[in-house]
């Protein structure tokens, strides 16, 4: 396996910690740049090509990005509703991916939106939909749009608030 990123090795070392002994790692005393701040972050597992967990936060809520790797790679392993719960004997087989968001900005029109560049929140009242750029499948605005508005539960026809943020992603989707 070669190298991981520091995002990486902290999220499989968090989910590896809490399957061997059912509470969430300590965050690290001392780390690098792109762990210190806050940001929203997410966590995408992948089993042989296939998605086998993702879960995130548009916005923080841990004091530091490290903290949010933490929370969000236990939750992307066991609490995504989509899948069984991760095992500790697969987690060798399982890659890592993790996004640090870019605070969302709003977005007047479509032509604002790249969904290889941005990712995308859509919101009406209090249910809202995110989906990560540069995903495999989503090659248009449209599209990017329509699946978010799916995840929130909302019909093409309802007008929503649009959002878009870019991500600094650590290894491989």
């Known amino acids: 396996m070669a ?33 210190s701040g806050q940001a929203g972050v997410f966590v995408s597992l992948k ?24 929370r969000n790679a236990v939750s992307a392993g066991t609490e995504d509703p989509r899948f069984w719960p991760v095992e500790a004997d697969e987690l060798a087989e399982i890659a890592i991916s993790v996004d640090i968001l870019s605070a969302p900005e709003p977005v007047k029109d479509l032509a604002e939106l790249d969904p290889q560049r941005y990712g995308v929140i859509v919101r009406r009242g209090r249910r809202s939909g995110l989906l990560l750029p540069d995903l495999e499948g989503v090659d248009t605005v449209e599209a990017q ?6 995840k929130a539960g909302l019909s093409p026809e309802e007008e929503v608030e649009l959002y878009r943020f870019s991500v600094t992603r650590y290894g491989k989707e």
């Open 47 to 70: 089993k042989e090509g296939q998605l086998r967990g993702c879960i995130g936060t548009f916005a923080p809520t841990q004091s530091t990005i490290a903290g949010e790797i933490i």
């Open 145 to 150: 749009v329509g699946i978010a508005r799916q």
């Open 3 to 35: 190298e991981e990123s520091a995002p990486v090795r902290l999220a499989r070392q968090s989910l590896a910690h809490f399957l061997a002994t059912g509470e969430f790692l300590p965050p690290p005393s001392e780390f690098s740049r792109e762990l």
